[in-house]
C-alpha cells in the first residue's frame, strides 16, 4: 500500500481509505444522555466529538470521562461521600459541552509523523480530521498509524 515511502513522508490522507469517516459526534447542547448513544452507535469509536450546528469541531468527550460520569452517579468512586457531591454537580452539567474537553485536530494534509506526535503528546488514541473550514469530517486512529507501521518498518 506504501510501496517506496518512508513513514516520515506519509500524509493522513496517505491513510484515508483507513481513516474512520463515521466518527460518533453529537451537536453542542446534547444531552449525556445522547452523547452515551451515539457512542453506543459507533462502537469502534472511543470518544464522541461535539459539533457546532455548521459542523465544526467544538470539542471531544473521551470514553474515561463517561467512565468517570457513570462512576459517580453510581457510587463506585473512592470516597463516596465525595462522589455523592460530585453526582450533584454532574447532575447539573447535562450538556455535551459540560463534559467535553478541546483537542487538537489534523488535516487531511497533516504529516503523518505530525498526527503521531500530537497522539503521544495528548495521550490519545484518535484524533479528529478536519477540512480547511474546521468541519468535522473524519477520525484518524492508532490502527492506521500501526498499519503504516507495520507496512513499512523492518520486519
Do not use: W
Not at 483507513?18 to 444531552?31: E, I, T, W
Not at 469541531?57 to 460530585?86: D, M
Request: cysteine-free.
Amino acid at each position: 500500500m506504501f510501496q517506496g515511502k518512508r513513514f516520515e513522508d506519509l500524509k493522513v490522507e496517505d491513510v484515508d481509505r483507513l481513516v474512520n469517516a463515521r466518527p460518533a459526534k453529537v451537536q453542542k447542547g446534547a444531552s449525556v444522555h445522547e452523547v452515551l448513544g451515539a457512542m453506543l452507535d459507533h462502537p469502534a469509536s472511543r470518544k464522541v466529538y461535539v459539533i457546532d450546528v455548521e459542523g465544526n469541531l467544538a470539542g471531544v468527550i473521551k470514553t474515561e470521562t463517561l467512565l468517570k460520569l457513570i462512576g459517580y452517579r453510581v457510587g463506585v468512586r473512592e470516597n463516596p461521600a465525595l462522589s455523592f457531591g460530585k453526582m450533584l454537580q454532574d447532575m447539573q452539567k447535562e450538556s455535551a459541552e459540560s463534559v467535553m474537553e478541546r483537542v487538537r485536530p489534523v488535516k487531511r494534509i497533516t504529516p503523518l509523523k505530525d498526527a503521531l506526535q500530537l497522539m503521544v503528546e495528548d495521550r490519545v488514541n484518535d484524533l479528529p480530521v478536519v477540512d480547511d473550514d474546521y468541519k468535522l469530517i473524519g477520525e484518524l486512529t492508532t490502527l492506521e498509524l500501526f498499519q503504516a507501521a507495520h507496512e513499512l518498518f523492518d520486519k
